[in-house]
């Protein structure tokens, strides 16, 4: 928390959009700390985000985008991995910001 996960991946996904790129950013709905569908660092950087309950709506709404986020990573089902690969093998450039473990472990 607090190293600066959501803002390098919005600065990464914005770089993106200057190039041209279709570029959209995920975010579980469970998570509206600062926003419901933006995503925002904890230093104020924001970007429009597209909140989704599972890995199968973020899955289904990916396929016109070139480059997908995903933001808080750890909230999502563990498919989250799998179908990340599968974005990536499909073309979409991965960008993924979140914990590597949760309150559980």
């Known amino acids: 928390m607090f190293s600066g996960k959501s803002e390098e991946m919005i600065r990464r996904l914005r770089r993106a959009e200057i190039a041209g790129q279709r570029v959209v950013i995920f975010k ?18 924001r970007m429009r985000g597209v909140p989704v309950s599972s890995v199968a709506e973020l899955v289904a709404r990916a ?3 070139e ?9 999502f089902e563990q498919g989250v991995i799998s179908a990340s690969l599968e974005l990536a ?17």
């Open 28 to 45: 579980p709905r469970i998570d509206d700390r600062f926003d419901a569908a933006d995503v925002v660092s904890h230093a104020g950087a």
């Open 63 to 65: 396929p016109d985008f």
């Open 67 to 75: 480059v997908v986020g995903i933001d808080e990573v750890q909230f």
């Open 89 to 105: 093998q499909n073309g979409a450039r991965v960008v993924a910001a979140g914990l590597d473990q949760d309150f559980r472990r």
